[in-house]
């Protein structure tokens, strides 16, 4: 069985301040782990992705996130948050032989000038 | 267009009744997914398709509910006898080949509102 847990519902940051959003999984075997954002009346975009490897992931728009496995946690994170990365954030774990991801039920970010 | 393209955007049906909904993906794209998301919820998987072989309909909630693709590319989503509960958006995603780390590409999905 594979679960993902996104413990806030919400994080409100300041512009230029950094942001961290939280993820913790659970999987059979080794975790192939994505973030996604999802902006209004948009779809789901890729942010990035954790295959094997180094435990930091860079991906778009300057975001990374760090894999731990101890913890298994997968938080995404950015320096220096802008009101253009408000939207809708969601992290998603694999472990499945067709890549059907499970995702966390989002956290929804807001970047206040 | 270049990306994943789903129609109709809103669906509005009476409780009852059957519905249809298209998925586009990407050309090329061997992968194909239906994803149900249900308000303040994350997506929820329904069903995997390679080319045109259903590979998995596990996360179909009941025998109303059917998916096919039949020549690997548009694939159609289809609700028999709506209920109240079929009510979310229903998004479809593809990739490119069959790998299991390989990143999705969404479509803006279909909300279905059924009355």
């Known amino acids: 069985a594979q679960s993902v847990a996104q413990p806030e519902d919400q994080v409100n940051v300041a512009e230029g301040n950094p942001l961290t959003v939280k993820c913790t999984y659970s999987?059979?075997?080794?975790?192939?782990l994505f973030w996604y954002v999802q902006y209004p009346n948009r779809g789901l975009q890729f942010l990035l992705k954790?295959?094997?490897?180094?435990?930091l992931v860079k991906g778009s728009y300057g975001f990374e996130a760090e894999f731990n496995k101890s913890q298994t946690s997968f938080h995404l994170k950015k320096p220096s948050a802008l009101v253009s990365d408000s939207a809708l954030y969601f992290c998603?774990?694999?472990?499945?032989?067709?890549?059907?991801?499970?995702f966390g039920a989002g956290t929804q970010v807001v970047v206040t000038p | 267009g270049a990306g994943v393209s789903q129609s109709p955007r809103y669906k509005v049906a009476k409780r009852g009744q059957d519905v249809a909904l298209r998925c586009d993906p990407i050309?090329?794209?061997?992968?194909l997914f239906w994803y149900q998301q249900a308000l303040g919820q994350g997506p929820e998987f329904l069903t995997y398709?390679?080319?045109?072989?259903?590979?998995?309909k596990s996360g179909l909630p009941s025998d109303r509910f059917f998916a096919e693709r039949p020549e690997g590319s548009v694939s159609t989503l289809k609700i028999q006898r709506t209920q109240q509960e079929d009510s979310a958006v229903y998004l479809c995603?593809?990739?490119?080949?069959?790998?299991?780390?390989?990143?999705?590409?969404f479509g803006s999905g279909t909300q279905l509102s059924v009355l």
């Open positions: 050309s090329g794209h061997v992968s």
């Open positions: 998603a774990v694999t472990g499945d032989s067709w890549g059907k991801l499970q």
């Open positions: 999987v059979s075997g080794n975790p192939y």
């Open positions: 954790y295959i094997t490897g180094d435990n």
């Open positions: 398709f390679q080319n045109e072989a259903q590979l998995d």
């Open positions: 995603a593809s990739s490119l080949g069959t790998a299991v780390n390989e990143k999705l590409f």
